[in-house]
């Protein structure tokens, strides 16, 4: 523990008991002396700002584990079915909206919402945020993991649990909603987009605060921070394009969007940036926010609205 020192100039009345060294001097005279003020380490703002307990991080790491073990469980082995990835919630098409092409078939009708375990079949929406928690292995898990808790780490020092966790539901609705709208055939899971989702707005908040803070340090500080992640970022970005065959870009891309778009949104803008909009910082970060709405609209519509695909 240490106290930290700061010298204040103000105005004393002098007296025999205020300060010893001005005692002899006239006491109806006001003079200025030097006083020392000692603030405690409490009072220092500077602390809960770079030390926290990562509570969101540990949480999600911890889900998706037990989330895993489940699916194990389940399964009765590691070799994971099709069927169970439905009976999870993963993304699934014909279990979310209604295939108009097939609703005559009365049997496949019944097969499907068996198969869908029947809660709120065809509209089961909860599946457009289930399939980030699950894994196809621990492989899978780790791989998503390492750059989940990365950007995760960095970014829960900053802003509150429930920012982070709004902002991460957000980034895997969208990456599955993206999926079940360019890959309405497939199914899928993992928790790839908000991932993405996560990164980007990891390397838009640090870029932005590079240029919108004062101390020399912070921001050398935050240049290494953007240095890091950008390299897992790339990283990710070639494995992904290895194993195309089984990797859900479009989920990917719904992820990126949403964190860019929330990034501008949340971080301050630099100052930059912001004299390019006539309503300044305000006007961009509403810009943004608009796009978004905008961007989940049309998303919902599209999915919805169109004839889906025949799936016999």
């Known amino acids: 523990m240490y106290t930290k020192l700061a010298h204040r100039t103000e105005p004393v009345s002098c007296s025999t008991h205020s300060v010893g060294s001005v005692k002899n001097h006239n006491a109806n005279r006001d003079i200025s002396v030097n006083v020392v003020e000692l603030t405690p380490t409490s009072d220092v703002n500077t602390f809960p700002s770079r030390f926290f307990y990562p509570t969101f991080t540990i949480t999600i790491v911890i889900l998706d584990l037990f989330m ?3 699916v194990y469980i389940v399964q009765q082995g590691t070799t994971i079915t099709s069927e169970t990835w439905i009976k ?3 993304k699934y098409v014909p279990c979310m909206r209604p295939i108009y092409s097939i609703m005559e078939e009365e049997t496949y009708q019944a097969q499907l919402k068996k198969q869908c375990q029947s809660f709120l079949f065809p509209y089961q929406l909860f599946r457009f945020i289930t399939p980030m928690f699950l894994h196809g292995g621990i492989t899978h898990l780790i791989s998503n993991l390492v750059y989940q808790a990365l950007a995760e780490f960095l970014l ?3 802003y509150s649990i429930k920012k982070l966790s709004f902002c ?13 709208i360019c890959n309405p055939k497939t199914i899928s899971f993992g928790a790839s987009g908000a991932v993405y989702g996560l990164v980007i707005f990891c390397i838009i908040d640090h870029i932005f605060r590079i240029f919108t803070i004062d101390d020399s340090h912070e921001k050398k500080r935050q240049f290494l921070m953007t240095l890091l992640v950008i390299p897992y970022f790339i990283m990710s ?5 290895d194993c195309s065959d089984r990797t859900d870009h479009a989920a990917h891309i719904g992820g990126s969007i949403v964190g860019a778009l929330l990034a501008i949104s949340l ?9 390019q909009n006539r309503y300044g910082r305000k006007g ?7 796009i978004l709405m905008t961007y989940f609209l049309i998303s919902l519509l599209i999915f919805y609205i169109p004839m889906p695909p025949n799936f016999k």
């Open 68 to 70: 895993l073990l489940f």
């Open 88 to 90: 999870m919630g993963a």
């Open 156 to 158: 829960e020092g900053r």
């Open 168 to 180: 991460y539901l957000l980034f895997g609705f969208s990456g599955n909603m993206m999926s079940a």
């Open 237 to 241: 970005i070639f494995f992904d394009v």
């Open 267 to 275: 971080c301050k803008t630099p100052e930059f940036i912001a004299n």
């Open 284 to 290: 961009i970060q509403m810009m943004a926010l608009s």
